[in-house]
């Protein structure tokens, strides 16, 4: 099975300062990754996602990550943040083979909060 | 296109009395997927199916069941309801045909067990 470490519980920041969410997977097989964000009140949409290739994945909203095998981390980056950015954000691993494929394993959440 | 639709948005039960939570998708998707969101915990899954008809236990399925009579639904249902289920529900989506297996998400039901 795979499991998923997100680093900080909370991240607080100033508007326009750039940001790193940490996330770290364990798995036995190859990996998807996937990091959704959560407004308040709302359900989970998809930031962006890493399947295969280059391991700079650009997504929604200005927001990248970086897939590192080596060191099993698919970190969440952003320049620069607005307070609109201010959310929940889960990292989320799946199998990309074998009986687990499909099923997506959830990190505990970081909640980004930017301050004026 | 509605996408992945949840019905209630909100309810409070006492403990002890049964309920069920209506998901229903209009994307034609093959696997649907209920799970639990508790303050600290992340999403957990509680079932999930891979197509009309069956249905199979995730991380934490006690005090649950489910349905899948038709493609597009899929029910979750609380026989009697303990304050430990006290929680957000998601359901979700994806489609066999999607590489990724991305999921899609629904807006939530927020049930309180008193």
């Known amino acids: 099975a795979q499991s998923v470490t997100q680093l900080d519980s909370q991240v607080p920041v100033f508007e326009e300062a750039p940001v790193e969410l940490r996330c770290n997977y364990s798995s036995s097989v190859s990996v998807y990754l996937f990091w959704y964000v959560q407004y308040p009140n709302q359900g989970l949409q998809l930031l962006l996602k890493y399947l295969s290739g280059s391991t700079l994945v650009k997504g929604i909203n200005g927001f990248e990550a970086e897939f590192n095998k080596s060191q099993t981390s698919f970190h969440l980056r952003k320049p620069s943040v607005h307070i609109s950015d201010t959310a929940e954000y889960f990292c989320?691993?799946?199998?990309?083979?074998?009986?687990?494929?499909?099923?997506?394993?959830f990190g505990r959440g970081t909640q980004l909060t930017v301050w004026p | 296109n509605a996408g992945v639709t949840q019905t209630p948005k909100f309810r409070v039960l006492k403990t002890g009395q049964s309920m069920t939570l209506l998901c229903a998708q209009d994307?034609?998707?093959?696997?649907m997927y209920w799970y639990r969101q508790d303050p600290g915990m992340g999403l957990r899954l509680i079932h999930y199916s891979v197509g009309e008809g069956t249905t199979a236990k995730g991380e934490v399925p006690d005090g649950y069941n489910v349905s899948r009579l038709k493609k597009q639904n899929f029910l979750l249902g609380l026989e009697s309801a303990a304050p430990s289920q006290t929680s957000v529900y998601f359901c979700a989506s994806s489609s066999a045909r999607d590489s990724s297996y991305e999921q899609y998400f629904g807006p939530g039901t927020r049930l309180t067990v008193t």
């Open positions: 994307m034609n998707h093959e696997y």
């Open positions: 989320a691993v799946s199998g990309a083979k074998g009986s687990t494929l499909g099923r997506l394993y």
